[in-house]
């Protein structure tokens, strides 16, 4: 089973100096995720779980403690190695969907595959491959600005896929959509992770994004403080509505 | 991934990621088109001092000329005009102030040029990091920024360094109008603008060195962060 995990987290610690104190954000994360796993990161704003997920996705590195992607460590990679990764292994989605607002929606797909140093005739034949498959078939030529939120959203799926990748990171994907918009996202989103193999990780708030995950991993105050699976949460899915959501009728 | 793969693959890395030069100029080009106002305020700071560098620069030559043309005839009319006649080797040089102005405007031609240059690669902070999360190399966004400069510098300074040329023909016209001006050649002259449009090319480029080396330094998390 272990080699079937794609990312091992072993003992990761992170501390920041603020001012002449240390914080330690992380206090020792050990955690592994297996190869086409639908896996979501809970936890209040300051229990460390950006710092997490950004570990996990390579842009920063852990104070001490290993990550191994594939089992390479990440933790010891160079620059050129470390956006090699970025550029093959990981697709981002982003909160504020971060589109490069000069370029079209096809240029933005296409822009990870053209650094892959793909065709561009190729690339342009796949971003078009892509963009249908997120059901903006027509609208490949249009600026960001001239999107929706949630067509912003598709598109940066399609270039999160780009080259192929073996994890996508998502990071509160739903955050600034509405709540049919965001459903519709996380459909998309399970739909390719099935369709692909591809494993997701989430940072979310948000509980539609729960009741699809294969797993749900709680971090309190720099550590794991429980890891629930997917029959699991649906008995306490309950309690987590009746603790955030009381309006909820 | 076996072992020898991943070596070969690791050692191949750094070409792995590319941005090959045709696609580079289209999206340099494009990224000024769509700034079109701010790069036309770098391109106007250029264009100016290029001029003033062109204007004096051909004018001098307009003056080498005339003496060339006239010798000892056309003396006065040149040191009244400031020019500084060096009896040693029997040439026209320009007057010191002219060299103190040209000097200064150069200088604040660079400093102008770095501020827009920080100024825009600060507004660009996310659409780098985003770049980076994509797989993008120092290297790719340093060529980026550099051939922006390299073809705001040949079109400012292109601009700028014909209108001084002009501007000095003009000029020449008015102050020298007691000398025969037929036999002037225009290589000198053209030599002169064209070297004031080197130097102002030379000039964008190591304006945004340093905005474009602090661009490429930075790192992808940026994205992560609400405030850019």
């Given amino acids: 089973m272990d080699t079937h995990d794609i990312i091992r987290v072993v003992g990761v610690t992170k501390a920041f100096a603020l001012g002449k104190m240390p914080v330690q954000v992380l206090k020792g994360v050990d955690l592994n995720v297996a190869t086409g796993e639908y896996l979501s990161i809970m936890g209040p704003s300051g229990s460390g779980k950006s710092t997490l997920f950004n570990i996990i996705g390579g842009l920063d590195k852990p104070t001490s403690g290993r990550v191994f992607i594939d089992e390479v460590d990440i933790s010891q990679l160079d620059a050129y190695e470390l956006a090699w990764l970025r550029n093959r292994k990981i697709g981002y989605i982003f909160q504020t969907f971060n589109l490069i607002p000069v370029m079209t929606a096809l240029e933005n797909v296409t822009l990870p595959m053209i650094f892959a140093g793909m065709h561009s005739d190729r690339a342009v034949e796949k971003g078009r491959k892509l963009l249908a498959d997120v059901g903006l078939g027509e609208r490949f030529l249009h600026k960001p600005s001239e999107l929706s939120g949630g067509q912003q959203q598709r598109v940066a799926i399609a270039r999160a896929l780009a080259n192929d990748p073996a994890i996508i990171l998502a990071d509160e994907p739903t955050g600034n959509l509405d709540s049919a918009t965001g459903g519709e996202i996380i459909a998309l989103l399970q739909k390719m992770s099935r369709e692909r193999k591809v494993t997701i990780i989430s940072a979310t708030h948000d509980f539609k994004m729960l009741s699809v995950s294969d797993r749900v991993v709680w971090i309190l105050d720099g550590r794991i403080d429980k890891i629930e699976h997917r029959d699991e949460l649906n008995i306490s899915l309950g309690t987590i509505q009746e603790r955030h959501e009381p309006a909820l009728p | 991934m076996s072992e020898p793969e991943n070596r070969r693959s690791r050692s191949n890395i750094s070409r792995q ?212």
């Fill in chain 2, 17 to 228: 990621i590319v941005l090959p030069w045709k696609k580079s100029l289209e999206m340099a080009f494009s990224s000024l088109r769509l700034r079109f106002f701010r790069s036309l305020i770098t391109a106007f700071s250029l264009l100016l001092a290029i001029a003033f560098l062109s204007f004096t620069l051909t004018n001098t030559a307009i003056a080498r000329e005339l003496y060339r043309l006239h010798g000892q005839i056309a003396l006065p009319l040149l040191t009244q005009a400031g020019y500084v006649f060096d009896a040693a080797q029997a040439v026209i040089n320009a007057g010191p102030k002219e060299l103190w102005l040209m000097i200064l405007s150069l200088l604040v031609c660079t400093v102008g040029i770095v501020n827009a240059q920080l100024m825009s690669v600060t507004e660009r902070f996310r659409e780098i990091g985003i770049m980076k999360c994509l797989g993008a190399l120092d290297r790719i966004i340093l060529r980026l920024f550099l051939l922006e400069a390299a073809i705001l510098g040949l079109l400012g300074a292109g601009a700028g360094s014909i209108l001084g040329l002009f501007a000095a023909w003009g000029a020449a016209m008015l102050q020298y109008q007691s000398l025969n001006c037929t036999g002037i050649s225009l290589a000198p002259l053209l030599a002169q603008a064209s070297q004031a449009w080197g130097i102002g090319i030379g000039l964008s480029i190591l304006g945004v060195l340093y905005p474009a080396i602090l661009a490429a330094k930075l790192q992808p998390v940026i994205v992560m962060k609400e405030e850019y």
